[in-house]
């Protein structure tokens, strides 16, 4: 069905980690946080209607990455996760059941003590919470993370951890180990009946890379095993930040590659319901 255009990556495609990348590739210590921006109505990061926080950095350097300007950690709001709470409390009255505050970036984990300050005050006041994270961090900042976080929805970039190097910038084994982890966490969870943390995984379609068959049978396996995923959201690759790299005087190294035709997207998404899972169509 799908043809298997990159047996391995296109180096021309891969990242290039320099040296200044390095520099803010490794996650924050401090409880005070750096903020890029706020949405304050998106309904399109998790459940019902939501605040969204975008922190700076990010632990990984994808390719295609359409926030390419949140990771070198110039621009940003400095807060306390008190004083984002009170931010965020002037729309607690529009979330409803279902809204609440999604944590994404950059990622959450790069700044992992104050999204678990943050995440414990929204805990105390009531607010659903929802990381939107690649879980490229250590067993120990997911295990702290996990009783304050209602919702992980988990993106992993590409199963073959070489290819994943190519368009990230680091191998997928912490990742997978990760998501391991937390499927064993909710399954203890289950067992004695306790609350536990919900699982979406978000899946770019990147053609040639995520589309080929290889890639597919891997991720229907992969979703197989870990089980617990409430949701399979697939997102189509795009272009609508490539000219970000352009303004930083960066290069995009996808520009031959197009976005993926909504016909490929349906298939895909008719494969994985096949399989049993529920699919969304992600932006
Ligand atoms: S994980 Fe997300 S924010 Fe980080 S580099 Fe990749 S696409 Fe950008």
Request: proline content about 5%; some cysteine.
């Amino acid at each position: 069905m799908f043809e298997f255009l990159h047996k391995s990556a296109n180096k021309d495609h891969c990242m290039v980690v320099t040296q200044k990348d390095q520099e803010h590739m490794s996650p924050m210590d401090g409880t005070t946080g750096m903020i890029h921006s706020f949405e304050t109505f998106g309904a399109l990061d998790g459940p019902g209607l939501r605040f969204v926080v975008f922190l700076e950095g990010c632990p990984l350097r994808c390719v295609f990455c359409h926030n390419r300007d949140m990771l070198d950690l110039k621009d940003y709001m400095k807060m306390t996760p008190a004083q984002l709470l009170a931010t965020v409390l002037d729309y607690k009255p529009y979330f409803g059941k279902k809204g609440g505050v999604t944590v994404s970036g950059g990622d959450p984990v790069f700044q992992p003590k104050f999204v678990l300050e943050f995440l414990k005050l929204c805990r105390k006041n009531g607010i659903h919470t929802t990381l939107d994270t690649s879980l490229f961090t250590s067993e120990k900042n997911l295990k702290t993370l996990v009783p304050y976080t209602d919702l992980f929805m988990v993106s992993l970039k590409h199963f073959d951890s070489e290819i994943h190097r190519c368009l990230t910038g680091v191998p997928n084994e912490i990742i997978l180990k990760n998501i391991h982890t937390l499927n064993n966490i909710i399954e203890q969870g289950k067992k004695l009946k306790k609350a536990t943390p919900r699982l979406w995984f978000r899946y770019m379609v990147l053609p040639g890379y995520t589309d080929t068959s290889k890639n597919l049978k891997a991720l229907v396996e992969f979703l197989h095993k870990t089980k617990n995923w409430e949701l399979i959201e697939l997102l189509p690759y795009h272009t609508y930040g490539a000219y970000k790299w352009e303004k930083l005087g960066l290069k995009y190294t996808l520009s031959d590659i197009k976005p993926p035709e909504i016909k490929d997207i349906l298939k895909i998404k008719k494969m994985l319901e096949k399989e049993g899972f529920k699919v969304l169509l992600g932006d």
